[in-house]
């Protein structure tokens, strides 16, 4: 992607929590800034930090110190209905465990984000059904989760993550639950998405799976960056 | 809107929970409007009982008359006024004279009333045509209640004793002519009815009454010094107020079965929030506010009001309505409470009380689900997307 346009941009982030009396540090001055089209992502030991940056990211959680402005909003800053609406509009979330609406068919899961935009029904039809064209899933629409496999339910929720054309997909450990081949499945498809849509994705993953896809690479350790490196490769 | 149609979503996912306490729900909105509807239907029909056995469409009283107080009985009477006279010939007016009288079943001594009307009246449905007989014997009528207590049956001679007005004791025969079934205990417990020129010879009292009850016709003229009006209101108070107490211990009845209804709703709900924490994680990463969660874990829980009545419904109404056609049996054992009750109750419901049971039974539903639902709005929904809040 050529556009330079940055999309996210951290600085001094601290991020603590309390732990008894006492205070944990989860995030200790973190300076990082992702560009629009970016295909990135958080590694590091587990109890690093990817998660809490992501959410802080995605504006589930607000920073202690320091500010993250993400699509020009600092996220500590946004009342909780426009956070609401920037997550509705403008970002997209998968999760390590799916979190698919247990009640409702592939068709109503991914609608869900398009019906709180209150879209119409003909452009819904329209835009879920592309989206389940683009992870395979047309064929899977009026299944219910429990009826798929994990790897199918994972493309439920990337669909259901890109169906709104988001600027940002975060994605926690999107691959822990699948087994090679739908890992590779969904990463050709996120990719595909990146390069077709421009949309910026960033992971948080210990997959090498994952990592192999990566064209940028920030490794955390105990909340901090040790190293943020950029591969030119494809 | 959208709430709307995803709370709906949801229950109708969530399948057979979501039934079980739809009909536990809706059992409740049944019972209620049986219930008041069967105590409504009563009331109806104690008070048209009433009317065609005791009250007629109004009674006229001697000033001292006082039927909780026997001992007035003696200063009860009057001469009846001139201008009734056509109307009684007519049967339009009964006039009643009371006086108490002692009988003498299987060798007891027992008080009663003796009630003396005309033979030819036509405002109560007393039969008192059938009180014929020749002139030796006096015909009396008695209703199945007095019967059945002192083993009295037709064709039966009871020896009657009475005080005539100067207080001179005399006795006679009456010969049952006919015993008569009737739902108003007033007409029928501790008394014989016998021609009212009888027992005005008998009193030593032509002429004279106690009461007059009256058909649709208005009252002729009287001395207003003498007589005293009571209207169908005051005479049926008395069942108002049976009816109302009657009301008061169903309320409680139902009361309980609604708090098991509310009790599954508010449990499920409680439990929904706990169990569903990462569904209401995952909604608020999806761009919900916390209020719009809220909101619809509350519509979600208070729709289950509005499933039971549509449940309740196609249950209920046919039969609701088959009770209102065929009545309801009664046991024979509620004869003893002390006031008109049927072998069959038609219930009656009224638009009102439909009305307010739906609302009541919905906004019971609204506020036990809104409570647990607040809890929402505290959660984090980072930890609750992981589902780790206990
Ligand atoms: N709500 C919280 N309260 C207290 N401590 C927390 C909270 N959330 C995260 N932490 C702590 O912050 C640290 C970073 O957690 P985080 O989940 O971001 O790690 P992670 O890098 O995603 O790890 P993993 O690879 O295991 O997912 C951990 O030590 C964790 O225990
Ligand atoms: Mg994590």
């Given amino acids: 992607m050529e556009s330079n346009k940055t999309v996210i941009t951290i600085r001094n982030l601290v991020k603590t929590f309390?732990?008894?009396?006492?205070?944990?540090?989860?995030l200790n001055g973190i300076n990082l800034s992702?560009?629009?089209?970016?295909?990135?992502?958080?590694?590091?030991?587990?109890?690093?930090?990817k998660t809490t940056l992501l959410n802080i990211i995605g504006t589930l959680d607000s920073p202690t110190e320091g500010e993250a402005i993400v699509l020009g909003d600092s996220v500590g800053e946004l009342s909780q209905k426009k956070a609401a609406n920037l997550r509705n509009m403008k970002i997209g979330f998968v999760f390590q465990t799916f979190n698919l609406l247990p009640v409702y068919s592939t068709f109503e899961n991914v609608e869900f984000p398009l019906l709180l935009q209150k879209m119409s029904a003909a452009n819904r039809k329209k835009s879920v059904m592309d989206a389940l064209d683009w992870v395979g899933l047309t064929d899977k629409a009026k299944s219910r989760p429990a009826q798929m496999s994990g790897g199918e339910c994972q493309r439920v929720a990337i669909a259901r993550a890109i169906v709104k054309k988001p600027e940002i997909v975060l994605a926690d450990e999107p691959t822990a639950n699948l087994d090679a081949e739908n890992s590779h499945n969904i990463l050709k498809t996120m990719e595909k998405l990146n390069q077709s849509l421009g949309t910026t994705f960033l992971f948080a993953t210990h997959d090498e799976k994952v990592i192999g896809y990566l064209k940028r690479i920030i490794k955390l350790v105990d909340g901090k960056v040790a190293s943020d490196e950029i591969f030119a490769k494809k | 809107m959208i709430t709307f149609k995803l709370a709906f979503r949801n229950l109708v996912?969530?399948?057979?929970?979501?039934?079980?306490?739809?009909?536990?729900?809706?059992l409740s909105y049944v019972v209620i409007i049986y219930m008041n509807g069967m105590l409504d239907g009563w009331n109806v029909q104690a008070k048209s009982d009433m009317m065609n056995w005791d009250t007629g469409q109004g009674q006229l009283w001697q000033k001292n008359y006082d039927p909780s107080d026997p001992f007035t009985l003696q200063d009860s009477?009057?001469?009846?006024?001139?201008?009734?006279?056509?109307?009684?010939?007519e049967g339009k007016i009964a006039p009643v004279l009371v006086t108490m009288a002692s009988f003498y079943p299987e060798g007891r001594i027992q008080s009663i009333l003796l009630k003396g009307i005309p033979e030819n009246q036509k405002v109560i449905e007393l039969p008192t045509a059938s009180m014929t007989a020749d002139s030796s014997s006096i015909p009396g009528l008695v209703g199945k209640r007095m019967a059945e207590a002192n083993k009295i049956k037709k064709g039966d001679v009871i020896t009657i004793r009475w005080r005539d007005r100067n207080g001179t004791f005399d006795a006679a025969d009456?010969?049952?002519?006919?015993?008569?079934?009737?739902?108003?205990?007033?007409?029928?417990?501790?008394?014989?009815?016998?021609?009212?020129?009888?027992?005005?010879?008998?009193?030593?009292?032509?002429?004279?009454?106690?009461?007059?009850?009256?058909?649709?016709?208005?009252?002729?003229?009287?001395?207003?010094?003498?007589?005293?009006?009571?209207?169908l209101k005051s005479l049926t108070a008395d069942i108002d107020q049976v009816i109302k107490?009657?009301?008061?211990?169903?309320?409680?009845?139902?009361?309980?079965?609604?708090?098991?209804?509310?009790?599954?709703?508010?449990?499920?709900?409680?439990?929904?929030?706990?169990?569903?924490?990462?569904?209401?994680?995952?909604?608020i990463a999806l761009g919900m506010t916390r209020g719009q969660v809220v909101r619809l874990f509350t519509l979600e829980?208070?729709?289950?009001?509005?499933?039971?009545?549509?449940?309740?419904?196609?249950?209920?109404?046919?039969?609701?309505?088959?009770?209102?056609?065929?009545?309801?049996?009664?046991?024979?054992?509620?004869?003893?409470?002390?006031?008109?009750?049927?072998?069959?109750?038609?219930?009656?419901?009224?638009?009102?009380?439909?009305?307010?049971?739906?609302?009541?039974?919905?906004?019971?539903?609204l506020v036990v689900s809104y409570i647990p639902a607040r809890r929402i709005a505290k959660m984090n929904p980072t930890e609750a997307i992981k589902g780790k809040i206990q």
Avoid: H
């Avoid at chain 2, 009057?78 to 010939?89: K, S």
């Fill in chain 2, 77 to 89: 009477f009057d001469p009846i006024p001139a201008d009734f006279n056509t109307m009684i010939g």
């Fill in chain 2, 301 to 365: 829980g208070a729709m289950n009001g509005v499933l039971a009545a549509l449940l309740a419904a196609v249950y209920g109404i046919p039969f609701l309505a088959s009770q209102a056609k065929y009545g309801i049996p009664m046991p024979k054992a509620s004869n003893s409470m002390g006031m008109a009750i049927a072998e069959k109750i038609f219930p009656v419901y009224s638009v009102g009380l439909v009305v307010v049971t739906i609302c009541f039974v919905m906004l019971t539903a």
């Fill in chain 2, 245 to 283: 107490a009657k009301s008061v211990s169903t309320s409680i009845l139902y009361l309980i079965l609604l708090l098991l209804a509310m009790l599954a709703i508010f449990d499920t709900q409680v439990l929904s929030i706990f169990r569903r924490q990462r569904e209401i994680g995952t909604q």
């Fill in chain 1, 34 to 49: 992702f560009a629009k089209g970016e295909f990135s992502g958080l590694v590091g030991p587990s109890g690093s930090g």
């Fill in chain 2, 13 to 26: 996912g969530a399948g057979l929970r979501t039934w079980l306490n739809v009909f536990v729900l809706s």
């Fill in chain 2, 174 to 231: 009456v010969l049952i002519t006919a015993i008569f079934e009737t739902n108003v205990p007033t007409v029928d417990g501790g008394q014989i009815w016998i021609p009212l020129s009888r027992l005005q010879k008998m009193m030593q009292l032509p002429g004279e009454a106690t009461l007059f009850i009256r058909g649709k016709s208005d009252w002729p003229s009287f001395g207003k010094d003498q007589w005293i009006v009571k209207d």
């Fill in chain 1, 18 to 26: 309390p732990m008894g009396n006492r205070e944990f540090t989860a």
